[in-house]
Structures are given as structure tokens and as C-alpha cells.
């Protein structure tokens, strides 16, 4: 078969299978956002064990409630990546100093106003 004979078949073969390849592409779909799940999970979870399961404020331990927080309010030397891109970045960069873990209360308390309400005291941004 050749080129123009094998794009005429696709053509015809995609017409007449359109259901069942849309209901392989939906579970192509669920598959690959399960896998990112769990790869992103694994990944978190590998960073909070470098930098701390838990709050250094507030001891809070819930995974769910975690986050890294750039010490000094110093984002720029992640480069403003976020959520995966930023897990990735601090492992790839072999867990650079300036970060720590807060839970995200902690973490906007000090952000906004230069103090965490269950300490009291200013801290580093």
C-alpha cells in the first residue's frame, strides 16, 4: 500500500470505527491522568521527606496541608515554577538551601503579613 492508498484506508477505517476509537481515546485519557496522579504523589512525597513531613511552624503533618515555601520569599531562584515543574527543578538542582516545608496557612500568613498568628513572631519572608 502506499502513502495516498493508506491515508484513504485511515480515512475509511476511522469513519466506520468512530465510537470505539473515541471510547479508547477516554480510556487512554483515565489512564494517563491516574499515572500523573501517582507520579506527582510519589514526587511530592519524595520533596517533603528532603525538606521536612511537617510544618516547621506549626508542626502540621497532613501531606494534603504541606507546602514548600522559598525562605526569604525568594521565588525567583526557582524560576516561578509551580506544582511538578517545581518538584522537578528543586530534585534536578540536588535540594538547594532556602527552602523549607509550612503547611499552607502558615505559609500565606507569612507571606501577607511578615508573621505566622501561631508563633507571633516576624520571621524571614
Not at 87 to 109: D, I, M, V
Amino acid at each position: 500500500m502506499n502513502k495516498e492508498e493508506t491515508k484513504v484506508y485511515m480515512k475509511n477505517y476511522r469513519a466506520v470505527h468512530k465510537e470505539e476509537l473515541q471510547k479508547d481515546r477516554e480510556l487512554n485519557k483515565e489512564n494517563k491522568r491516574r499515572v500523573d496522579k501517582a507520579r506527582h504523589k510519589k514526587l511530592r512525597q519524595e520533596v517533603l521527606g528532603h525538606y521536612g513531613e511537617k510544618c516547621v511552624c506549626c508542626g502540621e503533618a497532613a501531606l494534603e496541608f504541606l507546602a514548600i515555601d522559598h525562605i526569604g520569599g525568594n521565588g525567583k531562584t526557582a524560576g516561578n515554577r509551580s506544582g511538578d515543574k517545581f518538584y522537578r527543578w528543586l530534585k534536578a538542582n540536588n535540594w538547594p538551601a532556602g527552602f523549607r516545608t509550612l503547611c499552607h496557612n502558615c505559609n500565606q500568613a507569612i507571606g501577607y503579613y511578615g508573621y505566622c498568628p501561631h508563633t507571633g513572631k516576624k520571621v524571614l519572608l
